[in-house]
């Protein structure tokens, strides 16, 4: 498990012992699942800008604690946005090659034709986020400002994460969506997102920027390494554990203390009996090696 072992959730890697997961508990990092009221909502009013198109502008420091921005604007970044701003968030801005990404498009469950007012009411639906710029333009944030990865992609967000480390003045937010069960005893790295219905059981350890999607289930025991996605409707029986930068497809599952290496993607549905040597892909049932 070397691919995985001393990472750290302070922000400075380097403090951390070989072999060793410093994480807060679960408990110290999960906000009230009612969303939060803080005092100051103004705007950062950050302009929306294409990159490479002239001098870009310095956003001012964010006002208020509960300003966040997003990498990513796509499917990933809707689903983080919404839990953040559950959990009493503010959506800042975010940063997306597309300059129609669908996080910065108005969105409604209702149309005009067949209101709902009641649900009007509760805030369904989508106003969309300022565009700040691309991607790139990441660097555009001033010291203290809060960033979380909404990027599904594993590859994508390792060469981010690879850029954005230059950058200790940054702070990563650890996001559990009120739905979601962690257990007290569980412990989560910074930067980790963990999605409605998903479930972190005892003892369980999930580093950095990890993400462990909707309905998810980790259960006793289990090691989640850094940047590893756990897709949907997962469930990992105790004790497994998944080397960084693996992806496991919509559906996995494993039986008891498998070890899956790092930057390993297992195919949708997959059942994985038998470990998973680094760098392999894997499908099936049960799961068996494939051609990348």
Known sequence: MSAIAGVSSTGNPGNAPAGT???????????????CRYLDRVSTNLPHVRSGTGPQPTPPEPRAW???FILGGGGHALVVAEAAETLGWRIAGF???????????PHSLHTPASPAPDAVRRGV???GAPRIGSLADWRLLPPGAALALGLGHVDVRRRLLDVTATRNDLRWPTLVHPSAEVSP????GRGVFVAPRAVVHTRAVVADFAIINTGAIVEHDCVIGRNVHIAPGCVLAGATRVGEDSLLGVGTRTIPRIEIGANVTAGAGSVIIRAAAPGSKIMGVPARPVAR
Do not use: E
Not at 21 to 35: C, E, H, I, K, T
Not at 185 to 188: D, E, G, T, V
């Open 125 to 127: 639906g989508w106003q």
């Open 95 to 105: 940063f997306d090659d597309d300059a129609a990404a669908p996080l910065g498009r």
């Open 21 to 35: 997961f410093p994480f807060r508990p679960a408990a110290s990092v999960r906000l009230n699942p009612w969303p």
């Open 185 to 188: 005893s569980a412990h989560l």
């Open 66 to 68: 509960g300003d966040l």
